[in-house]
């Protein structure tokens, strides 16, 4: 086994009390040689510039909601495209068509004509594992396995790697490294996050932004290289319950110690933007902060590049809207990210604030230079146009080959091999091999979220041109030696195989759509361990490859395999996992397992929050675990016992943002039936897309033409059990907002063993004052189920039929446990009941 590491150095670990606040966020100002003359530089400008130029400046739209003219009319100071936004929304954009995008926008930028001055604009976008929104790109590994690596080197070599495919297609600003500490793996980002240790992130940090930005005073913004952003903010990794967007509820000394290291270390390296998040530090968000962002972040740690808010963020902000929120310009964000239609009333709001004084003058001025001199250390006033910059380039740039080898090597670096009972890997390649597992032949699921689409999914193999699935990386280096890699979906085989490698884990997510409750992996749907099962029962040497964002409680997985191999979400080369499975044709291994644990791995699925150096909560293996071949390290079974029964969770989600697996959305009429599994979708009588209420595309918005009886379905392939709950006292929950009232009834039911209830009408629920409002429904379970027994086999628990011509939003759909529920007169009385 490796030698056990201690989580934090020494420093680090040593408790930090709040009286110490005095000495906390160090300054960390980079060593800039040129200022004086860029200061120079700003002034002139700033001199010239009129207020609704300044102000454009500050604000960032998105390449889905305006045009080059209207980059020629107000001149952005940057804009952006959001994760799985392209180029005329073409996914399959070639290179020239992302260049000549972003020539056609810097030249509208300096066309001054109507907006003063001519300033350069810069294209910001999410390359944060490769730059994955462009077709063909090299996919690297997400950064929870870079952590597994402990290689900084190899991360400036892959920032480096990504800043050339960035510049190939004429873009200069990338919105990474993301320097999060994820404390609670519940977290939906916390494959974004290098590791649960401030220490190893802050070396990563400062590491990334020289390989993206180059070395100050060495190649500092070379022609190869891009600006880069240290995100979020602060605390996105802190928050109460691994709750995206959440609330870090932690003290200030906890905010530096654990949370604030990637920031010292990414800014002394030079990093010229920060973008500050959507979460809450005690109850206040970051995007309205004005301690954090500009007494600790500007001042104190001496930051003097620009702070980019995050997607709308500062919408969030109490009292703001996503069209007006000069708290936000106040609390200290240069540039507001103002996707959708809000740039242009935010640009107006903002100038008219300006004028009543709710926003100085000054404060303009200071992001304005802040935002002046990023561009002018990144050389963007000297600099060539985007496509002659691109130009520098081959071709080929875009997934060369020497990439895919970097990014393979990474692969190879961070598999953690957490179990090989009879020294079982690695495999010889002359055996019949048996290939199966959700995840085997699917280099989506491989690359996870941020991969040609924001969430990872809505893609195939063929999205992937260049990239190799594991289960094809096996078959070619078996096939070489002699030997024969089958691959099946099921688990079946006609010859009994040798071996079986069995590739399974959690589906492409990003965000809050990642968030869970617990880490139990494939909680109600235990399908891979039926797959185990069955090999084990076939008496097959059974090595486990799991994907995923996280640790996750596998235990009865991991019993079921002789071998397990942690991989992460490992991207477009699954060549370097084979490379760790297989010997090379001679028996003789190619390389050896040196990946360790970034994260702590649970013993328990409620252990979310699980980090060294432990206090009573023992993890399953530590912080650092990871073995070798060599290692004979024999696992005896672990309990499978999850330990929650006694406190199994007293509310289900039905739909937050996406269906809760297993459940499937889909659309129905009496001859038709459409899965959801896009933004929109629609049966003859009922469209569905996803819309933004609170957070992005966080509710939906259904639309019924009256033409006939048409009914959205939430429902499980299986029937599912809810006897946890007591029926008395159990609620159907959601928000609601409808904004025209069909004639006929818009029906609530459900679908369960035997007949349901007759469930209630929306309509009695809903008066004039309610309608384009949003409102909490609750009503008593009751309605819809006629007998507790139904609950054991829920079919649907929700469902809505109309025959009218209804419109309505709806979100967070769920059931939940309270009070005993007292008389209610919606439900529906009828000859069941
Ligand atoms: C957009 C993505 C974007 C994401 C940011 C989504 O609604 O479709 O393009 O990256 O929000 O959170
Ligand atoms: C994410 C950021 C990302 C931005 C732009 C936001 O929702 O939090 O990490 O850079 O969208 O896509």
Redesign the pocket.
């Known amino acids: 086994m490796n030698q056990p590491e201690s989580s934090l150095d020494n420093e680090i670990s040593n408790p930090v009390t709040t009286e110490q606040t005095e000495t906390l966020w160090p300054d960390s100002r980079a060593e800039f040689t040129d200022s004086a003359d860029i200061e120079a530089k700003i002034d002139e400008l700033l001199a010239k510039m009129p207020l609704e130029q300044k102000v454009a400046q500050m604000i960032q739209p998105?390449i889905r909601d305006f045009t080059v003219e209207d980059m020629r009319r107000y001149g952005f100071g940057s804009f952006l495209?959001?994760?799985?936004?392209f180029p005329n929304q073409d996914k399959y954009a070639t290179r020239e068509a992302w260049v000549e995008l972003a020539d056609a926008m810097y030249y509208a930028s300096l066309d001054a004509t109507y907006d003063g001055v001519a300033i350069p604009t810069m294209w910001g976008t999410?390359a944060v594992h490769g730059h994955t929104n462009v077709i063909g790109a090299t996919i690297f590994p997400h950064n929870i396995a870079l952590g597994a690596t402990r290689n900084p080197e190899l991360v400036k070599q892959i920032a480096a790697a990504t800043a050339k495919e960035v510049v190939a297609t004429g873009i200069n600003w990338v919105f990474a490294p993301t320097v999060a500490v994820a404390r609670d793996d519940r977290w939906g980002r916390a494959y974004e996050s290098y590791s649960e240790d401030p220490a190893l992130v802050a070396s990563y940090s400062s590491n990334f932004v020289e390989g993206m930005q180059g070395k100050l005073g060495e190649n500092f913004m070379a022609a190869d290289k891009t600006i880069s952003t240290l995100k979020h903010f602060i605390g996105d990794g802190g928050t109460h319950l691994g709750d995206d967007q959440g609330d870090a509820r932690v003290d200030e000394a906890h905010l530096w110690e654990i949370h604030g290291r990637g920031y010292h270390t990414g800014i002394q390296a030079g990093a010229l933007t920060v973008m500050a998040s959507f979460n809450s530090w005690q109850g206040d968000k970051l995007h309205g902060h004005h301690y954090l962002l500009t007494e600790v972040l500007k001042n104190k740690m001496g930051f003097d590049g620009l702070i980019v808010g995050?997607?709308n963020g500062h919408g969030q902000v109490p009292g703001c809207t996503n069209e007006h929120c000069p708290q936000s310009v106040n609390a200290g964000v240069d540039i507001l990210m103002a996707?959708g239609k809000s740039w242009k009333p935010l640009l107006e709001n903002t100038i008219n604030d300006v004028k009543t004084g709710a926003i100085s003058m000054s404060r303009i001025d200071d992001a304005v230079r802040r935002i002046l001199r990023v561009k002018l250390r990144a050389g963007l006033f000297a600099e060539k146009s985007p496509k002659q910059r691109a130009e520098l380039f081959d071709k080929e740039t875009i997934g060369n080959s020497k990439h895919r080898e970097l990014a393979r090597q990474a692969v190879r670096e961070s598999l953690v091999l957490l179990k090989n009972n009879g020294g079982l890997l690695p495999l010889k390649p002359g055996q019949r091999i048996l290939v199966t597992g959700n995840a085997a032949d699917d280099i989506a699921r491989q690359s996870g979220g941020w991969t040609l689409t924001?969430q990872g999914t809505g893609n195939q193999n063929s999205d992937f041109p260049g990239a190799t699935s594991i289960f094809q990386a096996i078959k070619d280096q078996v096939t070489a030696a002699g030997g024969v890699a089958e691959l099946s979906e099921t688990g079946d085989f006609e010859q009994k195989p040798d071996v079986a490698i069995v590739v399974f884990g959690e589906k492409p997510y990003?965000?809050g759509n990642g968030d869970l409750d617990n880490l139990e992996f494939e909680r109600g749907n235990k399908a891979s361990l039926a797959l185990l099962n069955k090999l084990k029962a076939a008496n097959i040497p059974v090595v486990s490859v799991f994907i995923s964002g996280r640790p996750m409680w596998v235990n009865p997985e991991l019993n079921r395999s002789d071998a397990f191999v942690a991989a992460w979400l490992p991207g477009s080369e699954g060549a370097g996992v084979a490379d760790l499975l297989l010997t090379d044709a001679n028996g003789n291994k190619q390389y050896e397992f040196i990946g360790r644990l970034p994260f702590s791995w649970p013993r328990l699925p409620g252990q979310g929050p699980l980090n060294a150096p432990y206090q009573n909560d023992l993890p399953l293996f530590e912080f650092g675990y990871g073995l070798t071949t060599d290692d004979n390290n024999e696992l005896a079974n672990f309990s499978e016992a999850t330990g929650i029964d006694k406190h199994q969770p007293k509310r289900q989600t039905l739909f937050n943002r996406v269906v809760t697996d297993p459940f499937k959305l889909l659309l129905k009429t009496k001859h038709e039936q459409k899965e959801q599994t896009a933004n929109t979708v629609s049966v003859s009588g009922l469209s569905f897309r996803t819309i933004?209420w609170q957070v992005?595309?966080d509710a939906i918005a259904l639309s019924w033409d009256g033409s006939q009886i048409a009914g959205l379905s939430i429902e499980s392939p299986f029937p599912e059990d809810f006897r946890r709950f007591d029926l008395e006292q159990l609620m159907l929950e959601f928000d609601l907002r409808v904004d025209q009232v069909g004639d006929t009834p818009l029906l609530v039911g459900a679908n369960c063993r035997g007949a349901c209830a007759h469930g209630f009408n929306l309509k009695s629920l809903i008066d004039e004052d309610t309608i384009g409002n949003w409102q909490h429904i609750a009503v008593p379970y009751r309605c819809v189920l006629q007998n507790k027994e139904q609950l054991s086999e829920m079919y649907s628990p929700f469902q809505l039929w109309s025959a009218g011509s209804w419109q309505i939003q709806l979100a967070h759909i769920r059931l939940r446990q309270g009070d005993e529920v007292g008389e209610f007169e919606g439900c529906i009385k009828g000859e069941s009941e």
């Open positions: 998105e495209n959001g994760g799985g936004s999410d995050d997607w996707p924001w990003a965000e933004d992005q595309e």
